[in-house]
């Protein structure tokens, strides 16, 4: 069984914090506070900002079911790698797979709607802040991917598939 | 108050089915009070019941709720499974999952309906005595 090393200690930590913590802590903050809104939401004065304001809203809206997957499968994912299981290769694989798929949706979004232009991401600080968690999400998604794609514990065989391993040898042997 | 009496109840019956299934067992008996009262009713009842769906429309939240119980259920099962030790399961299959570390995982998601069913008895408790 391979021993848990400082990288995935740190590993562990950045899939329980970064995809499980601060994922949980920034919906609690959408629907109670307006730390993660951006401001242009609030500028009730022009017309198609009330209208761009009000697709985003719907937009962000959608994304909690998402975020439940990347969440659960990080924690998940975290969980096993402490453990030294197998199955920490397979939920870091999904959670990461899901967190980069939603960070390009929302790039997508955000790009196509102009709300990275420039002019609004110097002035908005909320628009700010969400690029440095698309970045961040983007960035530590990658690295998760790369790092468990070589990590010992994806060539490690877990129980379950030790199991079948030995009833098909023993069938085979019976089959002789 | 009406989250916190809510989860204490949904803890009371999960503790009393795992109890009759013989699903898992306690260190000491100290564990099983710890567990009803402050996992389920302080932290998973009142701690997330409460702030994030006891107040205002529950549309949306759903997803939230179940998402931060899960979350925190997992780490109550890690903690659990690696270091504190303060229940073990028993041999019997958990639908169908045998290993102990598999059976913390499920069991963690699934505490991701603790809060979710927190808030709606919770809900339906405040009805009650208002007589609606």
Known sequence: MPRLSMMDRFHAAVLAIGGSGLVCAYWIAFFHSDLTLPKFVHNVTNPDVVRLATVYMGFESAFPLADLLVAVTSALAAFYLVGRDAKAVLFGLVASGALGFLAFIDISFNLLHGLYAPANLLSDSGLQMEAVINVSCVVGATWSIWRLWSHPLRRAEDRASRLRAMETASLDAAGN | ?132
């Not at chain 2, 259920?73 to 598999?102: K, M, T, V």
């Open chain 2, 1 to 132: 108050m009406a989250c916190f009496i809510a989860a204490v109840g949904i803890g009371l019956v999960v503790e009393a089915i795992a109890r009759a299934f013989k699903l898992w067992s306690y260190r000491s008996p100290l564990f099983l009070v710890v567990n009803i009262v402050a996992v389920f009713g302080l932290i998973q009842g009142y701690g997330v019941g409460w702030i994030i769906g006891g107040h205002g429309a529950l549309r949306g939240v759903f997803p939230v709720l179940f998402m931060v119980g899960a979350v925190l259920g997992i780490l109550i099962e890690g903690l659990n499974q690696y270091w504190l030790h303060a229940w073990s399961w028993s041999d019997r299959p958990l639908f169908g999952i045998s290993r102990a570390i598999d059976k913390s995982a499920f069991v963690g998601v699934a505490w991701g309906f603790a809060p979710l069913f927190t808030v709606l008895v919770a809900r339906l408790i405040v009805k009650a005595s208002m007589g609606v």
